[in-house]
């Protein structure tokens, strides 16, 4: 054998399937993007919830204090 | 006599008055008169009776009888005319009574100088009759003015008289001669015109060979603005061939003369239409060995330069010669054309004479331009055929249609045979296709504004709508740049990637002038420049701004619409990005631009993310292979390393639906694969991947005892042949375990190295199973007759129907089995339904998920395959439930 090439789709390793904020695909890119994977990548929090990072970040700033997970409304913490 | 007694009938007190002595008289000099006019009329050219005529008439005329005199003499002038001059005249042409068709004279084998010599005589002696039977006439006349003289000082209506009789004699010459006119003469006469005329034109073709050649170089250009103006510089070409013109003039004189005799015949308007006949079956002969079946040059400018050379110049001469043509020209000058008074082609210098030759002029351009346009549009179909070497064809075309405007003959000719020749089930849909793209190249040069492609456009766009495979035509047209389909009809790839290409061009020139036209003196150009649409142009189909024609826009029209298109575009291009085995996509890359300038970014979002897909793949893939500092330790006994291994790793969510099927690959690929998607999950944390094992490439070298082969296959014939590394021999069951697909999917595959001689087939101890044993070599291989040579290269998922993307069609197919239960449950309810109204209703109720978006056309092929599943009844157009 000399060469093989395979084919793959990848997937974010979460839970869930779609994002909890902008109900797009986990795999899908969030409404801002345009390229799925490394250029929308998602973000987990402290609670284990993902999200994308846009939307996530999104929500973030958008709150006046503490930010909440928008699915637990435990505080909002990036996880590391 | 019924003359004489109805005159003296009405003058009763006449008769009475008259004496015995005077009635002896008037029937003395009548006696006379009668017979001096027999004597002077029967006699050739003896005016020997003359004075008794005189004297007779005199007589006559002092009773008051000279209308009786007229009459009488009249109907024996006609008597002998009838009896010397026509039964003579049409004595001369009794030989060739037979000769009653133009296109029998090739056959009939007639010495032509002999009827040439013929006609001449016969003119000729007619004309010495009719002159010598004028003369008899004058003498009547000049006895009545002599008498007239005589009695009263009266000489008023004399002139009045001549022209009376004069008339009244022509008026019996041409009765007499059109009563017993043979029905050949007509024929001969043609016949005669066009062969003198063929002289004439073979004589003037010299001539102006010989005087192209004279003037060789500079001349070409002076040459066709003297077209334009030859007419009136006819003196000056007679100074540079005195001898040869002073031949063609004795020619032409002769014909001149004919129709001068003719024209005193009576017969004018047959020797005008003869003459022009004859002259218009000249240049269409002229017109089709000019033409004939070569489109790649432009005849019409050679054929109005010898409608120049040639005809007019015989009709200038002709005229001139008649020196009539004034009143030919007053008696027709109420028709005028409005053409005839466009001043461009003749210089104003040219007096009277030149307007009948102006008439004629257009009248033979005329006839030029619609023979041209007749022979050009019945070959209108093969012109296109090969459309860029014959566009002069298609020019000329252009051009005489302006001219005739008989458009819509092109339109219906061409359709008649674009039916017969282009839309038959014979014809593969590429050259349909093809065809269609010059057809509408070709008729955007005659007509811009794309009225008649409209027309002509129809027929083929709803025949290619009902062809399947025309949407993957088509997209194969656009993309394949390289014109991977080798069909005979040439590369029709790549006109149309062209068209992209230039259509991009286009749309940058578009760019440019949209920046002039912020001018106004532009924008003013503009609207001057603006022409109403031809009449032929339906009004349905938006004025002429909106119908820009455009090539790609027409082809997306045969789809429908550009959702389709996309969509099957997405479906080939992920098939052919995922049999890459190498990450080269440039060329896809520029095709994929083309397309998004055409159809914009957005539908085309998801093929950009394919084609993404593959440079990132390229990138982790070289990611990957940098953590491995050294070849893996793993991989088992066959050591393969991880450089073997490259993925293509693909964002499902934006590729069409992939068929995977479960396969289990070689244990020691399998490890490999493990090992990458670890390292992926290590690189891209917290991203995994899965693999669609069935799917990629392998290149294979198989190693023989006597040979070396290489492959290129798909995943599961690679499982399929390493099986037999370690095993020899396999059952087809346990195979199929092995490899973990049905064991019919497994018969499938492995034929593919059956038909390569690698592997053979026989019968197992169970009949369902069957052994498949590996051919070690040549010789093995030889024996079972499917020989195989070296090296070769195939990719193995070619030859059967499985595609790693599932087609169009299938999708449609799964996507439409949804709303088989609506459409069944329709149908229960209403009975009957027919096509649009089913379409309907599921627009309006099916709107919930997944709401109903299909096409009309969807809708119907999917319901005639419920038709021939038997579930569905079609009648007339309504559809049933089968019972």
């Known amino acids: 054998m000399e060469r093989w090439h395979a084919v793959a789709s990848w997937t974010w390793d979460a839970q869930d399937e779609t994002c909890g904020i902008c109900r797009m695909a986990f ?21 284990n919830h993902a999200f994308h990072l846009h939307c996530i970040l999104k929500w973030v700033n958008s709150q006046t204090s503490q930010a909440h997970c928008p699915m637990c409304r435990r505080e909002w913490q990036f996880k590391a | 006599m019924d003359q004489s007694t109805t005159s003296s009938f009405c003058n009763l007190g006449i008769l009475d008055s008259l004496s015995n002595d005077s009635i002896c008289e008037i029937l003395r000099s009548y006696n006379g008169f009668c017979a001096a006019t027999q004597t002077l009329l029967a006699a050739v050219d003896d005016l020997s009776a003359r004075r008794d005529f005189v004297a007779h008439v005199h007589s006559l005329c002092k009773h008051g009888l000279d209308s009786l005199v007229r009459d009488h003499f009249l109907r024996v002038l006609e008597e002998t005319f009838e009896r010397n001059g026509a039964s003579r005249f049409w004595r001369h042409f009794e030989p060739y009574s037979n000769v009653t068709g133009l296109n029998k004279n090739d056959d009939l084998e007639i010495d032509e100088d002999e009827i040439l010599s013929v006609l001449h005589s016969a003119l000729e002696e007619i004309y010495l009759e009719k002159g010598y039977q004028e003369k008899c006439l004058l003498m009547l006349v000049h006895a009545f003015q002599s008498y007239k003289k005589q009695v009263s000082r009266d000489t008023r209506d004399l002139d009045a008289e001549r022209n009376h009789l004069t008339t009244k004699y022509q008026w019996i010459v041409s009765s007499v001669l059109t009563a017993t006119l043979p029905r050949n003469f007509r024929v001969i006469l043609h016949w005669y015109f066009k062969r003198t005329l063929e002289e004439l034109s073979t004589r003037m073709d010299e001539e102006l060979q010989d005087h192209e050649s004279q003037s060789k170089d500079g001349m070409d250009l002076d040459e066709k603005g003297k077209i334009c103006n030859k007419v009136g510089e006819m003196d000056v070409d007679e100074c540079y061939n005195d001898s040869r013109y002073s031949e063609n003039n004795k020619l032409v004189n002769s014909i001149g003369k004919v129709v001068l005799h003719l024209r005193s015949l009576g017969f004018t308007s047959m020797a005008e239409d003869a003459y022009a006949s ?28 010898w409608i120049q050379a040639v005809p007019l110049k015989f009709l200038h001469a002709l005229l001139v010669y008649l020196g009539d043509s004034v009143s030919y020209e007053s008696s027709s000058s109420g028709l005028k054309s409005p053409l005839a008074s466009q001043p461009s082609s003749f210089c104003p210098g040219i007096d009277s004479p030149s307007e009948g030759l102006v008439r004629w002029k257009l009248r033979l351009e005329y006839f030029a331009y619609e023979t041209l346009q007749d022979l050009r549009i019945s070959k209108l179909f093969e012109i296109i055929v090969d459309y860029p070497e014959s566009s002069p064809a298609i020019e000329d075309l252009k051009l005489c249609l302006e001219y005739t405007g008989q458009h819509s003959k092109l339109v219906d000719s061409f359709i008649s045979s674009l039916r017969y020749r282009l839309l038959t089930a014979g014809a593969s849909t590429n050259d349909i296709l093809h065809q269609y793209v010059s057809t509408i190249k070709a008729l955007r040069t005659i007509d811009p504004a794309g009225v008649f492609l409209e027309a002509v456009g129809e027929p083929i766009r709803d025949y290619l709508r009902g062809r399947r495979d025309t949407i993957k035509c088509i997209v194969t047209m656009l993309t394949d740049g390289t014109g991977g389909n080798s069909s005979a009809s040439g590369n029709p790839g790549d006109s149309l990637l062209e068209e992209l290409n230039r259509d991009e061009e286009i749309q940058e020139d578009v760019g440019i002038d949209d920046d002039f036209n912020t001018d106004d003196r532009q924008a003013w150009i503009n609207a001057a420049r603006w022409q109403p649409d031809p009449v032929e142009a339906d009004p349905l189909k938006g004025s002429r701004n909106q119908r820009k024609v455009d090539i790609l826009g027409m082809i997306v029209g045969i789809i429908g619409s550009k959702d389709q298109l996309v969509h099957e575009y997405r479906t080939m291009l992920a098939e052919k990005l995922l049999n890459k085995s190498d990450y080269d996509i440039d060329s896809e890359i520029r095709t994929l631009e083309l397309l998004k300038i055409h159809f914009g970014e957005s539908s085309l979002q998801k093929c950009e993310i394919m084609l993404n897909d593959l440079l990132g793949s390229k990138r982790t893939n070289t990611n990957i292979k940098a953590t491995i500092s050294q070849p893996s330790q793993t991989s088992g006994e066959n050591a393969i390393s991880m450089d073997t291994i490259s993925a293509t790793i693909i964002s499902s969510n934006f590729w069409p639906p992939i068929q995977d099927e479960p396969v289990n690959l070689p244990e020691s690929v399998d490890q490999l694969l493990t090992e990458y998607a670890t390292r992926f999950h290590e690189t891209k944390t917290p991203r995994k991947l899965q693999w669609k094992k069935s799917l990629g490439t392998v290149k294979l070298e198989l190693q023989f005892d006597d040979r070396i082969m290489q492959f290129t296959v798909a995943p599961v014939h690679a499982s399929i042949i390493m099986q037999f590394q370690d095993q020899k021999s396999w059952t087809s069951k346990n195979l199929a375990a092995a490899i973990g697909i049905p064991v019919d ?25 069957h052994v498949y044993t590996i051919m070690e070599s040549m010789a093995e291989t030889s024996k079972n007759g499917a020989g195989s040579s070296g090296i070769q290269e195939l990719l193995g998922g070619d030859e059967e129907e499985e595609r790693s993307v599932s087609s169009v069609e299938n999708q449609l197919l799964k996507e439409m089995t949804v709303y088989e239960k609506f459409i069944m449950g329709m149908l229960t309810n209403f009975g009957s339904m027919a096509l649009d109204r089913i379409h309907n209703t599921l627009k309006m109720f099916c709107i919930a998920d997944p709401p109903y978006d299909k096409s009309l056309q969807q809708l119907q092929s999917f319901l005639s395959g419920l038709v021939s599943e038997e579930k569905l009844e079609l009648r007339d157009g309504m559809y049933f439930l089968k019972k």
């Open chain 2, 745 to 769: 999917a497994l018969s499938r595959r492995i034929h593919f190295w059956i038909s390569k001689g690698i592997i053979s087939e026989s019968a197992g101890v169970d009949t369902s199973d």
């Open chain 1, 27 to 47: 795999d899908g890119c969030c409404p801002d993007c345009k390229l799925p994977g490394d250029d929308c990548p998602l973000m987990w929090g402290a609670c």
């Open chain 2, 278 to 305: 004859a002259i218009f079956l000249l240049l269409k002969a002229k017109v089709y060995d000019l033409a004939g079946d070569d489109f790649r040059s432009s005849v019409l400018q050679s054929i109005q330069s």
